[in-house]
């Protein structure tokens, strides 16, 4: 299919960088709180439960070679349980904002970041109601189309900004949906979690 967009698919699996050594600790208590709070809240599709690990961590976990060099703040999209904004505050240590309006959500995220003693700013709001800042990577997980996305995504955006969004089987049809764009650069990379889905990394979408 050909796309009025530059656009790589990415066939080569990326390497990943460091992660740091007490990272396993902290996502062993992220994990039981998140058990823990489950039967109150609808964090995760219940399905999902016995392969929490691979479905929801490792899934968030392989964006961490895709973030640029140098980068310094982060902005997660909808963060229900904290996917994939909340591990890569753990993975990286990023200044990381996560953003959920869900207030009981919110809650379980200040609880997280508490309990693995990792400072991250919890925005009880909708994305339109969080005042814009720059940042240097924005990531959303199963939150809304791409085209809807990318305008949530533009209010942090600038120049060099990077977009990081898992997507399912529905990523190509969603690609079409994209305005053309002289500027903007899309690179696809296969999920190592799910083969039906894809990693779409997005450059050059800042408005203006």
Same mark, same amino acid.
């Given at each position: 299919?050909?796309?009025?967009?530059?656009?790589?698919?990415?066939?080569?699996?990326?390497?990943?960088? /460091?992660?740091?050594?007490?990272?396993?600790?902290?996502?062993?208590?992220?994990?039981? @709180?998140? +058990?823990?709070?489950?039967?109150?809240?609808? @964090?995760? !599709?219940?399905?999902?439960?016995?392969?929490? +690990? +691979?479905?929801?961590?490792?899934?968030?976990?392989?964006?961490?070679?895709?973030?640029?060099?140098?980068?310094?703040?982060?902005?997660?999209?909808?963060?229900?349980?904290?996917?994939?904004?909340?591990?890569?505050?753990? !993975?990286?240590?990023?200044?990381?904002?996560?953003?959920?309006?869900?207030?009981?959500?919110?809650?379980?995220?200040?609880?997280?970041?508490?309990?693995?003693?990792? /400072?991250?700013?919890?925005?009880?709001?909708?994305?339109?109601?969080?005042?814009?800042?720059?940042?240097?990577?924005?990531?959303?997980?199963?939150?809304?189309?791409? /085209?809807?996305?990318?305008?949530?995504?533009?209010?942090?955006?600038?120049?060099?900004?990077? !977009?990081?969004?898992?997507?399912?089987?529905?990523?190509?049809?969603?690609?079409?949906?994209?305005?053309?764009?002289?500027?903007?650069?899309?690179? @696809?990379?296969?999920?190592?979690?799910?083969?039906?889905?894809?990693?779409? +990394?997005?450059?050059?979408?800042?408005?203006?």
């Amino acid at each position: 299919m050909r796309y009025a967009l530059p656009l790589r698919v990415m066939t080569e699996a990326f390497a990943s960088g /460091p992660l740091p050594p007490d990272l396993s600790e902290k996502l062993d208590r992220y994990e039981a @709180l998140l +058990r823990k709070w489950q039967g109150a809240i609808n @964090l995760v !599709a219940p399905s999902t439960l016995p392969e929490l +690990r +691979r479905r929801h961590f490792e899934d968030s976990l392989q964006l961490v070679p895709l973030i640029p060099a140098g980068a310094k703040v982060l902005v997660d999209l909808g963060s229900g349980a904290g996917f994939p904004g909340m591990v890569l505050a753990l !993975a990286t240590g990023l200044e990381t904002h996560l953003i959920e309006s869900d207030q009981r959500k919110a809650e379980f995220l200040r609880a997280v970041s508490r309990e693995t003693r990792v /400072p991250v700013t919890v925005h009880a709001k909708r994305v339109e109601q969080v005042t814009p800042f720059p940042a240097d990577v924005v990531t959303a997980r199963a939150l809304a189309a791409l /085209p809807v996305l990318l305008g949530y995504a533009s209010r942090f955006a600038g120049p060099h900004t990077v !977009a990081l969004f898992p997507k399912g089987r529905g990523a190509e049809a969603e690609l079409t949906t994209l305005p053309a764009s002289s500027k903007m650069t899309i690179d @696809l990379h296969p999920s190592r979690t799910d083969p039906d889905a894809v990693l779409i +990394r997005i450059e050059g979408f800042a408005r203006g």
